[in-house]
């Protein structure tokens, strides 16, 4: 690989074996290039203070402050030698607010010596709360002003009036980052631009070298808004041209066409339709008949409200490929869903999905489900129906992509939540056709346009945005359990209610319940902490609510006399499945069960849904969950209920998603309140130099205007010959497979 030496070299040589170690295992930051793009989190001016008012908790923090005061205690200690010991507080102050520092034992003489009234410097540690006020113990510090040689060189090595703060860990604080910083800095020079110059000069972008040099060492903002700028084109460039590459390597693939036979499957199927497809199903099968129709494959995301008529537009998609003389398979991310739509789509096509059978209709298919769980001799029959043609349709989890199983002639490939599959997984499917097949991917969690152009950048985009006729509107309410407990014993009746109406309902968790083992919340594992909880951090440390004891409580309790069943994912699929039978049969009045629910179950007669600590859950799956009801003619009933108190964030999120039923706005709401790591998830994985100053819901503009211009550069150079400097960086950004990979998320 032709590597630039110099942001090559590793820090252990640059840094000493000491500090690199540190950088290597805390901040994975291995190479000098490592440490050039790691970018400071913000800055501080030096005639400036830092919010001490808006501090996060329990976060690694690094603070620019002046000491207003300095006290030494001393108190009876056994454990001191004379039964003495030292505790030194230090009050320091920015104008907003005041922060205690406290350093104990042996640790006081140095800063007792140093921390004067008056003293400035930057201050860093873990913000705590002790005796209900803000502190950091035994916190680094390193002083910006005084006498000493050393505070004035402190001063010095950081040019112009702005400090950067950079993203620290406790072993290595932020200045000290800055200080190995000064010494590559003079490495950025020979940084290889990846950017065309003929781009890079007519957007008016800074070079390489100097976008590096402004961003750790800017004299002013907008040495720092140059910088961003011309780094986060860079971030949104190189990623777009992987993907480019990919849609133009998949362009040359390629496919069997498929076109539908006039008067075959399909056009059977839709004269049995009892409802006419919207205009948008209408509109995107068109799209996707079109793709069919083409000699190279197409790579289509279908993205739908939920509910929208998904299933509908995939189903038409499938039995035109089997009009075409191929075969069409669907992926489902569970065993539940597997069965929900194989149900489903058997019942829809009647005596068109009976072909082979008695009573079957002239131009019917089989259509055969394939799972893990199921026994040794469907199992058989199923692979058998598959290899020799006799079944059109196909619906099965990941047991489809193994290795035994065998196509006649897979021409379509249907995958549902992609977001749930594994890499490999999309690709081995693909793999069994004879020659490349045709791929649809499809997805409920409405995605942001930039998300779909970052995630899924080698997807063509469709979207359904309108539901079907007869669909019905969905009511949705916050229950404050803590704050009006008889909000929740309403919530109880009205689900009686809907139940004497002869409708039902689900009751949701986040938890299964029946193993001691479980963890209740990955996300607040782990906290210490002596400070004085609040009714929104008891709220977090409850254990999240659990479908067996609240099966328990309801059957006991609010809903004694209904038939109350449960359902999560570790019950065995035969199991699963035939609580989901009792229930879509009305056998069931309300189904409590965890997320299991979450995509593709279809019970119009479902009108209520109770979820349980829904602080719990993120917001796109909230709305997916909502879905489940309003399905049929009667109207919708979402109940969010929480114990969190009305001014947390949890709530307000809550509120959000009861104000709104439009998936976009809340997809833009999730993923404003999330990493954005999380939202590209194993997108990015392990593409370390990726995405660190490009944020897919601000930078919407450069990343499409990023994405037009990389797909000009791969038509006109696919190899990037020309491009040495764009190569490098590609190179750097992922290895041969992982741009295969990149999108897959």
């Known amino acids: 690989m032709d590597l630039v030496p110099a942001l090559e070299e590793p820090l252990t040589k640059v840094l000493g074996p000491a500090t690199a170690k540190v950088m290597a295992e805390h901040l994975g930051l291995l190479t000098v290039g490592d440490l050039l793009h790691h970018y400071p989190r913000r800055y501080e001016e030096r005639g400036q203070l830092t919010h001490l008012a ?5 976060e690694h923090v690094t603070v620019v402050a002046q000491v207003a005061d300095a006290r030494l205690h001393t108190f009876a200690s056994s454990k001191a030698r004379g039964g003495k010991g030292q505790r030194l507080e230090v009050t320091i102050t920015d104008g907003s607010g005041r922060l205690q520092l406290v350093f104990f034992g042996h640790g006081v003489h140095k800063p007792h010596k140093e921390l004067l009234p008056g003293t400035r410097a930057l201050f860093a540690g873990k913000a705590s709360v002790f005796n209900r006020r803000l502190q950091l113990a035994h916190p680094a510090y390193e002083l910006l002003r005084g006498d000493s040689d050393e505070a004035a060189e402190t001063v010095g090595s950081w040019a112009g009036a702005l400090i950067p703060i950079y993203p620290a860990t406790a072993k290595l604080e932020s200045w000290k980052i800055a200080k190995s910083l000064q010494t590559v800095l003079e490495r950025a020079q020979e940084a290889v631009d990846p950017l065309p110059p003929s781009l890079r000069e007519g957007r008016g972008l800074a070079t390489l070298p100097e976008a590096l040099l402004k961003i750790h060492r800017p004299h002013t903002k907008a040495d720092i808004e140059d910088a961003r700028t011309r780094l986060k084109w860079d971030e949104a460039f190189v990623l777009q041209v992987a993907l480019a590459r990919r849609r133009h390597a998949d362009a040359q693939l390629p496919a069997v066409p498929r076109r539908p036979t006039p008067d075959g499957l399909l056009t059977a199927f839709d004269a049995k339709l009892p409802f006419t497809l919207t205009e948008g199903q209408q509109k995107v099968s068109k799209e996707i008949f079109d793709d069919l129709a083409a000699e190279h494959p197409m790579h289509r995301l279908l993205q739908g409200e939920v509910g929208s008529g998904k299933t509908m537009v995939a189903l038409r998609a499938m039995l035109a490929v089997v009009d075409a003389g191929g075969q069409a398979a669907m992926l489902a991310p569970t065993e539940v869903l597997a069965q929900q739509h194989h149900r489903s789509i058997t019942e829809m096509m009647g005596e068109l999905a009976e072909g082979g ?32 043609g006799e ?18 002639d897979l021409g379509l490939v249907v995958v549902d939540e992609q977001h749930r599959f594994g890499v490999e997984q999309r690709d081995a499917l693909r793999g069994k056709g004879k020659q490349p097949p045709h791929l649809l991917v499809m997805t409920a969690t409405p995605i942001p346009r930039t998300v779909a152009m970052t995630v899924f950048g080698d997807l063509e985009t469709s979207v359904l945005d309108q539901l079907p006729a007869g669909r019905s509107p969905i009511a949705s309410h916050v229950v404050p359990a803590a704050d009006k407990p008889h909000f929740l014993a309403r919530a109880w009746e009205r689900v009686r209610e809907e139940v004497g109406n002869g409708h039902q309902a689900y009751v949701v968790c986040p938890r299964i319940g029946d193993d001691v083992d479980e963890p209740a919340d990955p996300k607040k594992a782990g906290k210490s902490g002596k400070k004085k909880a609040s009714p929104e951090d008891e709220a977090e440390k409850r254990p999240p609510l659990a479908v067996v004891e609240v099966a328990e409580q ?15 994912g570790r019950m065995h699929p035969d199991d699963k499945d035939a609580v989901m039978r009792r229930f879509a049969a009305g056998e069931t009045d309300v189904l409590v069960a965890t997320t299991v629910i979450e995509v593709g179950v279809n019970v119009p007669n479902a009108t209520a849904m109770v979820i349980m600590d829904a602080d719990r859950f993120g917001v796109s799956q909230l709305h997916q969950l909502r879905g489940r009801v309003g399905r049929g003619s009667a109207a919708g009933l979402c109940l969010l209920v929480s114990e969190m108190p009305e001014a947390s964030p949890a709530r307000q999120r809550l509120n959000a998603v009861a104000a709104t039923l439009d998936g976009f706005e809340l997809s833009r709401i999730d993923l404003e309140q999330r990493r954005e790591g999380d939202v590209l998830g194993q997108a990015q994985s392990g593409a370390r130099t990726s995405l660190r100053m490009l944020t897919v819901i601000d930078d919407e503009e450069i990343i499409a205007e990023a994405r037009e211009e990389a797909a000009a550069v791969v038509a006109a150079d696919p190899e990037l010959e020309n491009l040495p400097g764009l190569r490098t960086a590609l190179d750097a950004l992922l290895d041969e497979e992982r741009e295969q990979y990149l999108d897959k998320g």
Do not use: W, Y
């Open 54 to 58: 808006d501090l996060p908790m329990d």
């Open 357 to 388: 059978m008695l009573g079957g209709a002239d131009k019917a298919t089989k259509v055969v489900l394939l799972t893990g769980s199921m026994n040794t001799a469907a199992r058989r029959q199923a692979l058998l129906d598959l290899v020799t």
């Open 391 to 408: 079944a059109g349709l196909v619906i099965g989890t990941h047991a489809l992509i193994e290795d035994k199983v065998q196509f006649h």
């Open 554 to 568: 309801l059957t006991r309790g609010p809903l004694q006399g209904l038939k109350v069943e449960i359902l999560h």
